[in-house]
């Protein structure tokens, strides 16, 4: 009697309890999970409105827009070629020097420095992160322009440019405004996302390996070549990625010294233009349904490319995590 | 010894490198900034705060484009706030090892990185297509999409720096697990938090891309969500590329205002944390 009457009393006790905290778990379980699922439908919702908005183009287009060098309004006749070659140019550019930049700053950060430095040091470099992409363009047009005009490209045409061959990168006036300026400024607003990743991959490295290499007297180069390098090569190569990530898409910058002229020019002195820039000078005074949905169609193609490159980014940075974390 | 003298030598070269590659980079920190304190303090006066931006060749200032990227700035924080800190605490509270969990993760790192220009252009098609005209609302929801990821990431790490010690605690004191998170995680990491919505402000307030393709601008004194709305970004956009030089001297005093609020929200917001970091 006694035993049934507790088999009783424990159900209907945890079925009294359950709902007091049962109904406000299922409410706020579901409330973040709504939030969560709400961050797939917009990339969801991105991706959908960016095909729905460039069918009329890849329609009348197919597959030569990616390879037509047309921009021309007037007879509706437009084609990517331009805006894809401008943008894979300037990010070239950008990484050529942003690259060994980053390189060297996240090498004197972690193994260089006074630790008094570092932390001083690493806010700064991450400020020029914070700068806003239109204060760049506002100093490139100003400053950064004119500064390469008057002392870089001149002393580029007259040494590089005089390469039979190779001399036609660097071939035209001195403008300033145009595709070299452009991945300068570039490759300065990439520094710091490179740098950081590569300052924190560094770091990742067990001090004992470094210890070690150091004590059978290697030198600062042989432990960073030798030891941080390989341990890190992933992490190191995700944290480009991420930076061309950056620089692919970055659009205020560019629309300011990169001269928005849709020609493929061999010269990187010269003006050109890139999907980012086209879109933000084009959009909203295109007349037409087909030349708005060619820009629309230009700026799924830049979300295909940059998600590919971001994507490769962060499965390497995991891959990174997981071994650094399997290691320890 | 030849061989050691060689290495050294080696060394040296890339430790210079190094140098140079860390003074390269400060230098550029330097010279922007310094850009923009000779060309906009010069540009500030009175007029900035009281007139709203003039048509070229006459006196004016920006006190309409100052409110718009205030008041949008601000909207914008209370769409993403709640919406951004509710996904981090599914990430971090619900979703340990589950598919789901892992997906929106993937997803909202991508959205940390990808160019904000398709963002505006997703908002341009689903907002201000429909409505028929340009809006402040739509420069609204462009520049929260902007800001989710980044308050998605940080509420996420910081809830996962808490200690299991505390939910287990109050677990066994008999409190729901919404309870648990509300009263126990979220008061032990809200300064982390706070600098994460503080940092996604500032990632924001000087966003370009997304506003020219929703709110546009206005030449006027508009405070009305329905209509374009300026705001300091694109103003500095249109008036930097200008030929007239009242205009490009408004733009540079709208670059330096926007740095300044942006570099203080920056190192404020870096305060906080380590304050916050302290108080543990």
Redesign the interface.
């Given at each position: 009697m006694a035993a049934e009457m507790e088999m009783v009393a424990i159900p209907r006790a945890a079925v009294q309890r359950r709902p007091a905290g049962g109904t406000g778990d299922a409410i706020f379980h579901g409330l973040t999970l709504i939030f969560a699922v709400l961050v797939l439908l917009i990339l969801g919702g991105v991706i959908v409105s960016l095909v729905y908005g460039a069918l009329p183009a890849l329609r009348k287009f197919s597959f030569g827009f990616i390879v037509n060098g047309a921009w021309n309004p007037v007879t509706d006749n437009f084609g990517a070629l331009a805006p894809i070659y401008g943008t894979l140019v300037t990010s070239l550019i950008a990484m050529l020097i942003g690259i060994p930049v980053a390189f060297g700053v996240a090498l004197f950060i972690t193994e260089l420095c006074p630790k008094w430095l570092r932390r001083p040091l690493g806010t700064m470099i991450e400020l020029l992160a914070a700068i806003p992409s239109i204060i760049y363009g506002i100093w490139g047009l100003f400053v950064l322009a004119p500064f390469i005009q008057q002392y870089i490209e001149p002393a580029l045409i007259g040494s590089l440019g005089k390469i039979p061959g190779f001399g036609i990168l660097f071939a035209g006036p001195p403008l300033g405004i145009g595709v070299l300026t452009a991945g300068f400024i570039l490759a300065i607003m990439v520094l710091p996302f490179i740098a950081s990743v590569m300052r924190d991959v560094f770091e990742t490295v067990p001090p004992m390996l470094k210890e070690s290499a150091y004590g059978i007297g290697a030198t600062t180069t042989e432990v960073v070549t030798r030891v941080v390098l390989p341990y890190t090569r992933i992490g190191v190569v995700g944290g480009i990625l991420l930076g061309l990530g950056r620089a692919l898409g970055e659009t205020m910058a560019v629309t300011f010294v990169i001269g928005n002229s849709h020609h493929v020019n061999p010269s990187i002195l010269q003006p050109g233009t890139t999907i980012s820039a086209a879109l933000a000078n084009e959009f909203t005074e295109a007349v037409g349904d087909i030349y708005q949905s060619s820009l629309i169609a230009l700026g799924f193609i830049l979300f295909i490319i940059t998600f590919i490159v971001l994507a490769a980014a962060k499965l390497m940075l995991l891959r990174l995590q997981k071994s650094a974390g399997a290691a320890a | 010894m030849q061989l050691y003298t060689r290495?050294?030598i080696?060394?040296y070269v890339?430790?210079g490198?190094?140098?140079?590659?860390?003074a390269?980079?400060?230098l550029?920190?330097v010279?922007?900034l310094g850009?923009?304190l000779k060309?906009g303090i010069g540009a500030l006066g009175p007029t900035l705060f009281t007139q709203a931006t003039p048509p070229p060749g006459s006196q004016g200032g920006l006190i309409n484009a100052i409110f718009g990227s205030v008041a949008m700035t601000l909207i914008a924080t209370l769409i993403g706030t709640?919406?951004?800190i509710?996904?981090g605490?599914?990430?971090a509270?619900?979703?340990h090892g589950s598919r789901?969990?892992e997906?929106?993760r993937?997803?909202?790192?991508?959205?940390l990185?990808?160019?904000?220009?398709?963002?505006g252009?997703?908002v341009?098609?689903?907002l201000v297509v429909p409505m028929g005209h340009f809006s402040a609302w739509a420069g609204s929801v462009a520049l929260a999409?902007i800001m989710?990821?980044v308050v998605?990431r940080t509420t996420e790490d910081m809830l996962n720096l808490v200690p299991n010690s505390l939910r287990e605690a109050a677990t066994a004191l008999g409190?729901?697990?919404?309870?648990i998170?509300?009263t126990v995680t979220y008061r032990a990491a809200v300064q982390g938090m706070l600098t994460g919505v503080l940092l996604a402000v500032?990632?924001i307030?000087?966003?370009?891309?997304p506003l020219?393709?929703t709110a546009?601008n206005n030449q006027f004194w508009s405070a009305d969500f329905n209509r374009p709305m300026a705001n300091l970004?694109v103003v500095?956009?249109q008036f930097?590329?200008s030929p007239y030089a009242d205009w490009?001297t408004l733009?540079?005093a709208g670059?330096l205002l926007?740095?300044v609020a942006?570099?203080f929200l920056?190192v404020g917001a870096?305060f906080f944390a380590s304050w916050s970091g302290l108080q543990k």
């Open positions: - | 290495r050294r080696g060394n890339v430790v490198l190094s140098l140079a590659a860390t390269f980079g400060l550029f920190l010279f922007v850009t923009l060309n709640p919406t951004g509710l996904a605490t599914f990430l509270e619900y979703a789901l969990g997906i929106v993937f997803i909202n790192d991508i959205l990185s990808a160019p904000s220009i398709i963002i252009l997703f341009y098609s689903v999409i989710i990821p998605v409190a729901p697990k919404w309870k998170v509300v500032a990632r307030s000087g966003e370009t891309a020219l393709f546009l970004p500095i956009f930097a590329m490009q733009a540079w670059a926007i740095t942006i570099l920056n870096r």
